[in-house]
């Protein structure tokens, strides 16, 4: 479904899905639609006009369809229109980032890709792609403003917007204070705190000029209470839930801000632990886990609400943990 990919998505394009989720017309640009049904897929040749809020379809079938987007949602009969939005997710190339980016993806948004590991970050352009849905890669370090800005500033010279950015990346070498790895607390604050504040920095002003956008911060339970060998990790994770609730306050309500603080999760944090103490404590510790989507279904569910609502925070924890 990639053929005549849109360059800059109508705001109001989106994807049309059946109440039962098997019919889905992907809409491009130039009034044409693809539709699919199972694994048939078909190109039409139609119209498509947005008037304010009413939108009206004719394809060369002689399908007509009309509705009006109601809470950027166009409600025609038993399907929905959803308003595609341009995501931006740091920390895509592995765990939570990478399951947040597949799934916005198969929704019908196209996604911008930031990590260091390009390599990833290229599988997963091909995975999304070959899904058809839209993916771009862009090589970021969050620590780096100039490098955090091209990212912002590559998804809208590709996408023409920023709808949602999902600030993502993050790094947990636990240890305790007494162990003096200093190094790695400084990196916990530099990719957690600065990175999530490069974040906002590279991407606020055109959310502002836009009069909309949404903040998806990854914070952690850590952002709740502290555990032994988690001072600098979860004083970092403080800091980004206090952080997103500042933006939240300062901000017109055009724009929203959400909190996801996942408890134990499938990924690859804690191979940064280097600390013989922690390590032991972390594996006996992270036993009991959920995956890498159900904290990616939180993201979707927090994007996917009415703009009048604010989805502030959520907490997601396997049911076992304590
Ligand atoms: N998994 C859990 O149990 C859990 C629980 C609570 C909170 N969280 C939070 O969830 C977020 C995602 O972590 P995860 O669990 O999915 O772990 P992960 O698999 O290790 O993913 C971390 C991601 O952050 C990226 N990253 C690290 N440093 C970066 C930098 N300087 N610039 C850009 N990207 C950077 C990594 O990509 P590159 O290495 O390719 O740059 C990777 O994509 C983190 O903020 C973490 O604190 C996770």
Redo the contacts with the bound molecule.
């Keep these: 479904m990639n053929d005549d990919t849109p360059t800059t998505p109508h705001p109001y394009l989106g994807l049309w899905v059946t109440a039962d989720g098997r019919v889905r017309h992907e809409l491009r640009t130039g009034g044409r639609y693809v539709e699919a049904r199972g694994d048939r897929e078909a190109a039409y040749t139609g119209s498509y006009e947005v008037a304010g809020a009413h939108v009206e379809y004719r394809d060369d079938t002689g399908f007509t369809a009309d509705g009006d987007f109601r809470d950027d949602v166009l409600h025609h009969g038993g399907m929905v229109l959803r308003r595609r939005k341009v995501v931006l997710v740091?920390?895509?190339?592995?765990?939570?980032?990478?399951a947040t980016a597949l799934r916005l993806a198969s929704a019908g948004h196209p996604v911008v890709l930031?990590?260091?590991?390009v390599d990833?970050l290229g599988s997963l352009v091909t995975e999304i792609e070959g899904a058809g849905g839209q993916a771009l890669a862009v090589p970021?370090?969050?620590?780096d403003l100039a490098s955090t800005q091209a990212f912002a500033d590559a998804a809208t010279a590709r996408f023409g917007r920023i709808d949602v950015v999902v600030a993502?990346?993050?790094?947990?070498p636990l240890s305790p204070l007494s162990s003096g790895l200093v190094e790695q607390w400084d990196q916990m604050i530099d990719?957690?705190v600065r990175?999530l504040l490069h974040s906002i920095a590279a991407t606020l002003p055109t959310m502002l000029a836009q009069g909309a956008g949404h903040f998806v911060t990854?914070?952690?339970?850590?952002a709740h209470s502290v555990t032994p060998t988690g001072a600098v990790y979860c004083g970092t994770?403080y800091a980004a839930r206090a952080i997103t609730e500042g933006l939240r306050l300062e901000s017109p309500r055009g724009i929203r801000v959400t909190t996801i603080?996942?408890?134990?999760?499938?990924?690859?944090?804690a191979?940064t632990i280097t600390d013989a103490t922690a390590a032991a404590a972390m594996e006996a510790y992270?036993a009991d886990?959920v995956s890498?989507d159900a904290i990616a279904r939180a993201v979707e569910y927090a994007v996917a609400e009415r703009p009048d609502v604010d989805v502030n925070e959520i907490v997601v924890r396997p049911a076992a943990q304590r």
């Design positions: 740091t920390g895509a190339s592995s765990g939570i980032g990478r930031g990590a260091r590991r990833r970021t370090d969050v620590t993502n990346a993050g790094v947990m990719v957690n990175g990854m914070a952690s339970i850590g994770k603080s996942p408890g134990v999760t499938e990924s690859e944090l191979s992270r886990s890498a």
